[in-house]
Nanobody, 124 residues
Framework: VQLQASGGGLVQAGGSLRLSCAAA???????MGWFRQAPGQEREFVASIKLNGGHTFYGDSVKGRFTISRDNAKATAYLQMNSLKPEDTAVYYC???????????????????WGQGTLVTVSS
């Protein structure tokens, strides 16, 4: 399954970006998530969403600034990022999981498929 992430780029602090993650096959998954990894740091959970959109989860560092959503008809998940900070600079990866349960939504090891990553750079 190929996940195509897009929407990264360079933005000034305080700005916004919207990332997209599309499943090339058109398949929908029980859960989709976003993770990020900055140079020299471990992969960090950003946000995740269940199939029906009724459950969303956010990492503490992005709560109130980022919003995850999905369009199942398009097999696409989105990450709206507002009030961006320089510390949000990272490669953002989308992921999809077929059999994830709620307690696993923040765990990268629970996801089955990963996109190639898209770079977000926030300048101060």
């Amino acid at each position: 399954v190929q996940l195509q992430a897009s929407g990264g780029g360079l933005v000034q602090a305080g700005g916004s970006l919207r990332l997209s993650c599309a499943a090339a096959s058109g398949r929908t998954f029980r859960a989709m998530g976003w993770f990020r990894q900055a140079p020299g740091q471990e992969r960090e959970f950003v946000a995740s969403i269940k199939l029906n959109g009724g459950h969303t989860f956010y990492g503490d560092s992005v709560k109130g600034r980022f919003t995850i959503s999905r369009d199942n008809a398009k097999a696409t998940a989105y990450l709206q990022m507002n009030s961006l900070k320089p510390e949000d600079t990272a490669v953002y990866y989308c992921a999809a999981g077929a059999g994830i349960i709620l307690s696993q939504m923040r765990n990268p090891n629970a996801y089955d498929f990963w996109g190639q990553g898209t770079l977000v750079t926030v300048s101060s």
